[in-house]
């Protein structure tokens, strides 16, 4: 998502956020989501969400929440 939104390679440049909810443990099944949060000239806020699968239940449990900032960098550097 950030590399198309930039048109080139991104880097992280912080984690402005992390919020947990629920432990993630060894060999738990995991589903990340990440949607755009906020957009500047060389630089985006990223949302990430973390689910974690129950195992008996089978459904997703949300259990992680982050904003990423990453920012654009120029490749003919």
Known sequence: MAIHHGSGPCVTLSFDRVDLI???MHA???RLE???AAVGNSS???EVEVYRQDM???AFIPVQQ???TMVAID???
């Open 66 to 68: 982050s904003f990423v």
């Open 28 to 30: 738990d099944l995991i």
């Open 22 to 24: 629920l432990p993630i």
């Open 75 to 77: 490749g003919n550097r």
């Open 56 to 58: 008996q239940t089978r």
């Open 44 to 46: 985006m806020m990223v």
């Open 34 to 36: 990440g949607r755009m």
